[in-house]
């Protein structure tokens, strides 16, 4: 199976140095020098695995072809290259439905080890013996990688089915930054702990009734997060 990766940058030389590396990981990698190129080699290459999108561009810039991109169905990997550093960039970065950002300059081995831990996030894993679990008005399909409130299908980027995977598969039970982290990004994640709480933010957006008082994704205060039945 190819392992398909989209890089969308407009400096060539940034960009050719990433393919390169990413080609010499074992990626099949789709080429982008501008937001209107990618979202057009995206409706080629439907099944691009995780999508590497600079932020900066001349016209789309990336955040909106993120955006773009999830509005069109793709559900699988994206992560941000920002020149800026701010801390409301990343977040804006991660609202408009990014899984992880890369604050440039950044080493193509960091990168690359970025990618290798999304893609093994999206590329679906062997199910257990269950098919699903249910708590309260949320089902989750393990097979379809699917979850369902009131009968009705959440999207959900396949980070936030990770999370809410880790909170059903431990109901009631008090998880860390670290504990999501690991179970969600994997043991090779190098980036920073605030990454969970951004997304637990976008999650409680997508699930909640009523997200500024959550009513099943509580915050241990000086801990984490734990799922309340
Ligand atoms: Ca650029």
């Given at each position: 199976?190819?392992?398909?990766?989209?890089?969308?940058?407009?400096?060539?030389?940034?960009?050719?140095?990433?393919?390169?590396?990413?080609?010499?990981?074992?990626?099949?990698?789709?080429?982008?020098?501008?937001?209107?190129?990618?979202?057009?080699?995206?409706?080629?290459?439907?099944?691009?695995?995780?999508?590497?999108?600079?932020?900066?561009?001349?016209?789309?810039?990336?955040?909106?072809?993120?955006?773009?991109?999830?509005?069109?169905?793709?559900?699988?990997?994206?992560?941000?290259?920002?020149?800026?550093?701010?801390?409301?960039?990343?977040?804006?970065?991660?609202?408009?439905?990014?899984?992880?950002?890369?604050?440039?300059?950044?080493?193509?081995?960091?990168?690359?080890?970025?990618?290798?831990?999304?893609?093994?996030?999206?590329?679906?894993?062997?199910?257990?013996?269950?098919?699903?679990?249910?708590?309260?008005?949320?089902?989750?399909?393990?097979?379809a990688r699917e979850v369902q409130k009131n009968g009705v299908?959440?999207?959900?980027?396949?980070?936030?089915?990770?999370?809410?995977?880790?909170?059903?598969?431990?109901?009631?039970?008090?998880?860390?930054?670290?504990?999501?982290?690991?179970?969600?990004?994997?043991?090779?994640?190098?980036?920073?702990?605030?990454?969970?709480?951004?997304?637990?933010?976008?999650?409680?957006?997508?699930?909640?009734?009523?997200?500024?008082?959550?009513?099943?994704?509580?915050?241990?205060?000086?801990?984490?997060?734990?799922?309340?039945?």
């Open positions: 199976m190819k392992r398909k990766i989209l890089v969308l940058e407009d400096e060539t030389n940034i960009r050719s140095f990433v393919v390169l590396n990413l080609k010499r990981a074992g990626y099949e990698v789709i080429e982008a020098g501008s937001g209107e190129e990618a979202l057009e080699k995206y409706s080629i290459h439907p099944d691009i695995a995780v999508a590497v999108l600079d932020v900066m561009l001349p016209g789309m810039d990336g955040y909106e072809v993120c955006r773009t991109l999830r509005t069109q169905g793709y559900a699988a990997g994206v992560i941000m290259l920002t020149a800026r550093v701010q801390e409301t960039d990343k977040v804006t970065g991660l609202m408009t439905g990014a899984d992880d950002y890369v604050t440039k300059p950044f080493s193509v081995v960091e990168l690359v080890a970025r990618v290798d831990a999304l893609y093994r996030r999206v590329s679906g894993r062997p199910f257990g013996d269950e098919d699903s679990i249910h708590s309260g008005p949320f089902k989750l399909n393990l097979r299908k959440v999207d959900l980027t396949q980070i936030e089915y990770g999370i809410l995977k880790a909170f059903l598969q431990n109901i009631g039970k008090a998880l860390s930054r670290d504990d999501l982290l690991e179970m969600v990004w994997g043991h090779h994640y190098v980036g920073e702990l605030k990454i969970v709480d951004v997304n637990i933010r976008r999650l409680r957006i997508k699930i909640e009734d009523d997200p500024a008082n959550p009513r099943y994704i509580m915050t241990v205060r000086g801990f984490g997060y734990m799922w309340e039945e």
